[in-house]
């Protein structure tokens, strides 16, 4: 009992100080500008920027965009899936996953060609960027919403709601969700974060998102991409903390939270 709590607790300095170490060597270094110019001047021109406020509102209305426009195609399809047709679940699952056999370049180029020269609501740049992010999203929510799914007795819930004399939306929105909030933040924080630092897509359509503005600050200004890096640690981490709020002390009706 002693060796197995010695060997944790090295697993857990050990990985302790494989996070924290990066952390600490970047912040050295994003105040070591120079002599002439104060410990917090990489952090001053970053945060003084418009194009870093303008980039990370874009990423963010994006990120939140996509987590709609996921969560209205796969919260519906999994739940009827899970309630009706329990065969389709594995047909469900492997339409989701698509995005991560089709290379963002390819999604990029198709909806470009297809839509690029037409007159639809598609034809937009900003329509595309998103549709591209919503996407990409649908194998992190899925994935989410699945967990959720299979923790709770879907077809008792639904049963005892319409019993009562729930309609089907009540039962969706009242009963359903409620039970799947965590789940849903959960997916919520992996596609924000995977839209807070893409790349591709952005570049491609030309948008000057969050991860294109940290590339690009990269390529230009080593301490200040410094700097932005543990800016982007922090605020990331400040999502984490704003999605433990919103669930905390939510009991939902399946009996946790």
Known sequence: MKGSRGWSFIVA?????????????????????????????????????????????????????AVVIGLVIIVPAAY????????????????SILPFVVPPIVLVLGLVHLYGNGYGPLSARPVMLMAAYGVVSLPYLYRSVDNGLRSMDVRALTEAALGLGSSWPRV????VLPNLRTALLGGTFLVFALIMGEYAISSMLGFNTFGVYMLLTGQTRAHAAAALALISFALVWLLVGVMQAVNRGNVTIGGSR
């Open 80 to 95: 009827w899936a899970f309630l009706r047709v329990p065969r389709m679940q594995a047909w469900v699952e492997f339409v």
């Open 13 to 65: 300095v050990v990985g302790f100080l494989y996070f924290i170490v990066p952390l600490i060597a970047t912040a050295q270094f994003s105040i070591q500008e120079g002599p002439a110019k104060p410990f917090w001047a990489a952090y001053t021109s970053i945060l003084t920027s418009p194009s870093f406020w303008a980039s990370l509102r874009l990423s963010l209305f994006m990120a939140l965009a």
């Open 172 to 175: 969706m929105f009242q009963v």
